[in-house]
C-alpha cells in the first residue's frame, strides 16, 4: 500500500539554526499538507500547497516557515531559524484531486534545543 | 476562530465491550468530518468520514453518527478490541477550505 514517507524521523537542532523536513508523497497526490504536533495537544495546520504554490496558511506559518516541492517528488518544509516553541511533531499529509481523505506520513519529530 | 473538541480525553474500555467517542465542533459551515485514529509514535491514520448531507455512516466494526443541530459527532467501535488502543482525532473541514480543524484526541484505552 502506497505511503507517505517523511524524513528524518527525529530532528535535534540548536536553536536558531535552519531544518529542513523532508517528506515524499504518494506519488498520484496533488494537495499537500503540513501539520504539527506538540507534544500532548492537537494536531494544527500550517500550510497547505498546490500547483506549486501555497494555497492556504495558519497564523503558525510566518516568514521563519517555507515550502517547496523542488523537484515533482519531494516536498519540504523549511524553518528558517528554528525557536525552542517549534519542538514538535510535524506531519506531512497528501490527496489526490478527487480525493477528500488525507494521507498522514509518520512525522518528524523536531527538537529544538 | 473554529474549534472542534472532544468530551473526555481518556476512555476506558473492557475488550468486546462496545467504544462510544463523542466530538463537538463549532463552525457550521463545516462540511466534513473525519475520525483519525492515532498510535503511539506514528500519524494519524484515516479511519472513517462522513459528509454534512448524511447522518450516519458505518465501516468495518465502526459507526459515526452526525448531529448538524448541535454540532456533535460521535464515533462507535463495536467489540472493542486491544489494537484498537489509540488517541482518537475528530477533525473537520470548512466548504471554503482545504484545512483539517483537529479536535484534542481522546485515549481510549481497551484492558481485558
Known amino acids: 500500500e502506497p505511503e507517505v514517507t517523511q524524513t528524518p524521523s527525529h530532528q535535534v537542532t540548536q536553536m536558531g539554526q535552519e531544518v529542513i523536513l523532508r517528506c515524499v508523497p504518494i506519488?498520484?497526490?496533488?494537495?499537500f499538507y503540513w501539520y504539527r504536533q506538540i507534544l500532548g495537544q492537537k494536531v494544527e495546520f500550517l500550510v497547505s500547497f498546490y500547483n506549486n504554490e501555497i494555497s492556504e496558511k495558519s497564523e503558525i506559518f510566518d516568514d521563519q516557515f517555507s515550502v517547496e516541492r523542488p523537484d515533482g517528488s519531494n516536498f519540504t518544509l523549511k524553518i528558517r531559524s528554528t525557536k525552542l516553541e517549534d519542538s514538535a511533531m510535524y506531519f506531512c499529509?497528501?490527496?489526490?484531486?478527487?480525493?477528500?481523505?488525507?494521507?498522514f506520513g509518520q512525522g518528524t519529530r523536531l527538537t529544538v534545543v | 476562530g473554529e474549534s472542534v473538541g472532544l468530551h473526555l480525553p481518556t476512555l476506558s474500555v473492557q475488550e468486546g465491550d462496545n467504544s462510544i467517542i463523542n466530538c463537538a465542533y463549532s463552525n457550521s459551515a463545516s462540511d466534513y468530518f473525519i475520525w483519525y485514529k492515532q498510535e503511539s509514535g506514528k500519524g494519524p491514520q484515516f479511519i472513517i468520514d462522513i459528509r454534512s448531507n448524511m447522518d450516519k455512516r458505518q465501516g468495518q466494526r465502526v459507526t459515526v453518527l452526525l448531529n448538524k443541530t448541535v454540532k456533535h459527532l460521535s464515533l462507535q467501535i463495536a467489540a472493542t478490541q486491544p489494537g484498537d488502543s489509540a488517541v482518537y482525532f475528530c477533525a473537520a473541514h470548512a466548504h471554503n477550505t482545504d484545512k483539517l480543524i483537529f479536535g484534542t484526541g481522546t485515549r481510549l484505552q481497551v484492558f481485558p
Open positions: 499529509a497528501g490527496r489526490g484531486d478527487y480525493s477528500t481523505e488525507a494521507f
Open positions: 506519488s498520484n497526490h496533488l494537495y
